[in-house]
């Protein structure tokens, strides 16, 4: 009969894994059925999918500087085609891929860290909010970091001895699929294609196994092509805004310093088989060094499983010398394991960004017969998309243009509502650098009375009265004084580019 230190070093059962994993689906779950509005971003890539053919879709550049896989794309295609244009079922692929995720990371836990440090691990994957909160989008992200975990764990299969025939055509499938599938995946395949190669040769000089050795030569020549055709699909344009938004490419000193730590603390735990997490964190660091590709936000997305992993072990060994200290067991585990639960019950889903949904439909059981709408240029395209839905009628609003480094645009436009006794005022996305919104709002508040307002999410609607003739001879757009604004790359930037541009069908 063991003792119990010997019990308590156990595995864990195997049903806590699948606590982990259901845990995960559910939080995922949770976010899809939430069903949040779609954001400015989302609207961008929808339109462009619900307005273009596929052959279109797929081979050519995409209208306001959008970039997505053709795989990808194709799927978006169908879902709305089968299964109809809400947001659901344009989501339905991204949250297949999110709920896939959860699994495949679990697996790879158990492949690189020690069993507890793996279940620590599932369980962070599975309740980050950084991660749950991209399940229901129509974007990329969340196929990204299942394409890329694929990929790993595809490659992790290549490194043991003489794989079987169906694990071989298996790698083979994930990292030719994968770049197709998801740009960043690139990345993944040629970081765990070089891991392969050259752990392989380590443990045993000019002996690389042919079917590993084909499959390896497959992800590089599928890599090859499918950057080549996201690269001729780049116009300039798109080119120039990317770089723009995603500007600094490289991250800061301290991101760097933690991604060495975590790359040693895999390198410890995992030894050679580290190579195959480590890799594309390398490999992406180099692009980034190229400015081909940013080190930051959304765009590092696939590579959150690799510091999810590195962020477990760290866990681990911190709870390793707590113990060593005397502290029961269950004590240190409720140090680490409670903090997890607790940042995720602060921050339960729905994760929203901006809800022009509910806006717009409050705004609809409000609106009078002879009100007017005036759309700030940011909220154009949620406007468009769901003012129908909300049986708003289109003829009752009036755009408002993009005058980025002209503010007193915004207020002559206004002074065309001069008169008027209910003019709603509908606000998303705004430039808060250039406080374009603030202007609006101090000018609109100094000719008219502000009545009521809705608020959501990331989304407002306010109502003014501008038929009062004192107010209205107070000031006008040439005459208002206006805060100046530091200098900016978004004043007179962006008007024509990314989601706040103009499509064909605009």
């Known amino acids: 009969m063991p003792d119990r230190r010997t019990a308590s070093l156990a595995a864990p059962p195997r049903w806590a894994f699948l606590v982990a994993v259901a845990a995960g689906i559910a939080a995922r779950l949770w976010q899809y059925l939430g069903n949040p509005s779609l954001w400015i971003d989302e609207l961008a890539l929808v339109e462009d999918v619900l307005h273009i053919p596929l052959r279109d879709l797929v081979a050519r550049?995409?209208?306001?500087?959008?970039?997505?896989?053709?795989?990808?794309?194709?799927?978006?295609?169908?879902?709305?085609?089968?299964?109809?244009?809400?947001?659901?079922?344009?989501?339905?692929?991204?949250?297949?891929?999110?709920?896939?995720?959860?699994?495949?990371?679990?697996?790879?836990?158990?492949?690189?860290?020690?069993?507890?440090?793996?279940?620590?691990?599932?369980?962070?994957?599975?309740?980050?909010?950084?991660?749950?909160?991209?399940?229901?989008?129509?974007?990329?992200?969340?196929?990204?970091?299942?394409?890329?975990?694929?990929?790993?764990?595809?490659?992790?299969?290549?490194?043991?001895?003489?794989?079987?025939?169906?694990?071989?055509?298996?790698?083979a499938a994930a990292g030719v699929l994968a770049p197709w599938l998801s740009h960043p995946a690139v990345f993944t395949v040629a970081g765990c294609g070089a891991a392969v190669v050259s752990v392989r040769l380590l443990a045993a000089p000019r002996r690389l196994p042919a079917p590993v050795a084909a499959t390896v030569l497959a992800w590089g020549t599928s890599c090859a092509a499918a950057a080549a055709l996201a690269r001729s699909l780049l116009t300039d344009s798109t080119r120039e805004y990317m770089a723009r938004f995603w500007e600094p490419s490289l991250p800061d000193a301290e991101t760097l310093v933690l991604a060495a730590v975590?790359?040693?603390?895999?390198?410890?735990?995992?030894?050679?088989?580290?190579?195959?997490?480590?890799?594309?964190?390398?490999?992406?660091?180099?692009?980034?060094?190229?400015?081909?590709?940013?080190?930051?936000?959304?765009?590092?997305?696939?590579?959150?499983?690799?510091f999810v992993l590195a962020a477990a072990e760290a866990g681990a060994l911190a709870a390793e010398g707590i113990a060593r200290l005397g502290a029961p067991r269950p004590a240190v585990a409720a140090l680490i394991v409670l903090p997890l639960l607790a940042a995720f019950a602060r921050n339960l889903p729905v994760y929203e960004r901006e809800e022009m949904r509910p806006l717009l439909t409050r705004l609809a059981a409000r609106l009078e017969p002879d009100d007017s709408i005036y759309v700030y240029y940011g909220?154009?395209?949620?406007?468009?998309?769901?003012?129908?839905?909300?049986?708003?009628?289109?003829?009752?609003?009036?755009?408002?243009?993009?005058?980025?480094?002209?503010?007193?645009?915004?207020?002559?436009?206004?002074?065309?509502?001069?008169?008027?006794?209910?003019?709603?005022?509908?606000?998303?996305?705004?430039?808060?650098?250039?406080?374009?919104?603030?202007?609006?709002?101090?000018?609109?508040?100094?000719?008219?009375?502000?009545?009521?307002?809705?608020?959501?999410?990331?989304?407002?609607?306010?109502?003014?009265?501008?038929?009062?003739?004192?107010?209205?001879?107070?000031?006008?757009?040439?005459?208002?004084?206006?805060?100046?604004?530091?200098?900016?790359?978004?004043?007179?930037?962006?008007?024509?580019?990314g989601p706040i541009g103009r499509a064909p069908w605009d």
Request: contains cysteine; proline residues 8%.
């Open 61 to 171: 550049p995409l209208p306001l500087d959008q970039v997505a896989p053709p795989v990808f794309l194709a799927a978006l295609k169908a879902s709305a085609a089968w299964l109809g244009t809400d947001e659901r079922a344009l989501r339905v692929f991204p949250f297949a891929c999110a709920v896939l995720s959860v699994p495949l990371f679990a697996a790879l836990a158990r492949r690189i860290l020690r069993p507890w440090t793996a279940l620590l691990a599932a369980a962070i994957f599975s309740l980050l909010p950084l991660l749950i909160s991209w399940t229901a989008s129509v974007k990329q992200y969340s196929t990204d970091v299942a394409a890329s975990l694929a990929v790993m764990l595809a490659a992790l299969g290549l490194l043991a001895g003489d794989p079987r025939p169906r694990r071989v055509a298996a790698a």
């Open 262 to 306: 975590g790359g040693f603390l895999l390198a410890r735990r995992a030894g050679r088989a580290a190579a195959v997490p480590i890799a594309p964190v390398a490999v992406t660091l180099a692009a980034a060094a190229a400015h081909a590709y940013p080190f930051s936000g959304r765009a590092i997305l696939f590579l959150v499983p690799v």
């Open 379 to 497: 909220a154009a395209r949620g406007f468009r998309f769901y003012a129908p839905r909300a049986r708003l009628e289109g003829t009752r609003a009036s755009i408002g243009g993009c005058h980025r480094g002209d503010t007193r645009a915004y207020l002559r436009e206004l002074d065309a509502l001069r008169g008027r006794p209910r003019v709603w005022v509908v606000v998303a996305h705004p430039t808060t650098r250039l406080r374009e919104v603030p202007a609006i709002r101090s000018y609109l508040e100094s000719i008219g009375s502000r009545r009521e307002e809705i608020l959501e999410t990331g989304a407002s609607a306010e109502l003014f009265d501008l038929a009062e003739p004192a107010r209205l001879a107070s000031a006008s757009a040439d005459s208002f004084p206006i805060t100046p604004v530091a200098s900016s790359e978004e004043a007179g930037y962006g008007c024509a580019h």
